[in-house]
């Protein structure tokens, strides 16, 4: 089976850090953030959504890695998924040193944001992907919940 560049860079960046799982919007700013960084060539194209940046086919791809057992999905007790990396996955990854260390850095900073503090510093950082959010900068200046994205 072949798998095209994007899906190898999810599946490279759930593999970074000892394969910490990741949030479907985790995966988003951090495959947006690899985009704004890296601008690779025919790679996902984002627009402004309802949680800041998003690329509908980041959806597709993770629906296609896990149905073919690249990832795994777990429930949260707060009702969102987390993805794992498998087994199957060892290879297809990026063999590129250069762009697993960006993935890694990426990660590292996305996995360590709350929720909040996650669309706070995506909407200080790139203000023109935020004009469809729910969320205001009025309202996240004042919203301070205890959601957290960080597995106990």
């Known amino acids: 089976m072949k798998l095209n560049l994007k899906q190898k860079i999810i599946l490279s960046?759930?593999?970074?850090?000892?394969?910490?799982?990741m949030s479907p919007i985790?995966?988003?700013?951090?495959?947006?953030?690899?985009?704004?960084?890296?601008?690779?060539?025919?790679?996902?194209?984002?627009?402004?959504?309802?949680?800041?940046?998003?690329?509908?086919?980041v959806y597709t791809d993770l629906n296609f890695l896990e149905n073919y057992g690249f990832i795994t999905s777990h429930l949260s007790n707060r009702g969102w998924s987390f993805f794992r990396i498998t087994n199957k996955s060892e290879n297809f990854l990026i063999d590129n040193k250069e762009i697993i260390e960006k993935l890694a850095k990426i990660k590292e900073s996305i996995i360590s944001k709350s929720f909040i503090d996650l669309l706070k510093f995506v909407y200080s950082k790139y203000p023109d992907f935020v004009k469809n959010s729910i969320f205001s900068s009025e309202i996240l200046k004042n919203y301070d919940i205890g959601y957290s994205f960080k597995r106990r």
């Not at 960046?13 to 799982?21: F, H, I, N, V």
């Not at 601008?39 to 086919?57: H, Q, V």
Request: net charge positive.
């Open 13 to 21: 960046l759930l593999d970074a850090l000892d394969k910490k799982p």
């Open 26 to 57: 985790q995966l988003m700013k951090s495959l947006f953030l690899f985009t704004q960084e890296k601008n690779p060539k025919n790679f996902y194209k984002f627009i402004p959504y309802l949680y800041y940046p998003c690329s509908f086919e």
